[in-house]
């Protein structure tokens, strides 16, 4: 193999490298959409009770079946993603018990300020996990 030969061959791993790397990005947007949708969830959950509040756990359900459905179908899994995304998803439900305690225990049903902190912190391990992420690629 002449230099140019093996040139050529390196420019087209770096370029396959890239390609790579650009399919591999897409957990930090899935995680960002995840964070999105609970924190609307949560915040809306704080101002809702009954059966009305099926309606915004629903839409969050339906919205992680979505992401199941969508990271089986990629063709590039970053190492150690499941292990983060598990790890987000805890650490949010953890937070999501906790919160809707709070709610519950303390009677801030409906204070805007409780719902704007617990959604907020429902929603970090997601930020996190989507920042972690961006970081690991």
């Known amino acids: ?55 915004p756990a629903s839409w969050a359900a339906i919205c992680a079946a979505w992401v199941g459905w ?18 987000s998803l805890v650490a949010g439900m953890s937070l999501h018990v906790v919160y809707v305690l709070v709610l519950v225990l303390t009677g801030r049903h409906g204070d805007p300020v409780v719902a704007l902190a617990g959604a907020a912190a429902v929603a970090a391990p997601f930020f996190v996990g989507a920042y972690v992420e961006s970081r690991a690629t």
């Not at 990629?74 to 292990?83: I, T």
């Open 70 to 87: 969508y990271a089986g179908r990629q063709s590039v899994k970053p190492r150690g993603y499941l292990r983060r995304y598990a790890l």
């Open 1 to 55: 193999m002449d230099r140019d030969e093996a040139a050529a061959v390196l420019r087209a791993a770096e370029a396959h490298r890239e390609t790579v790397r650009a399919a591999g990005r897409w957990p930090v947007t899935v995680l960002l959409a995840l964070g999105g949708v609970l924190f609307a969830t949560e915040f809306t959950t704080a101002f809702l009770s009954g059966a009305w509040t099926f309606l």
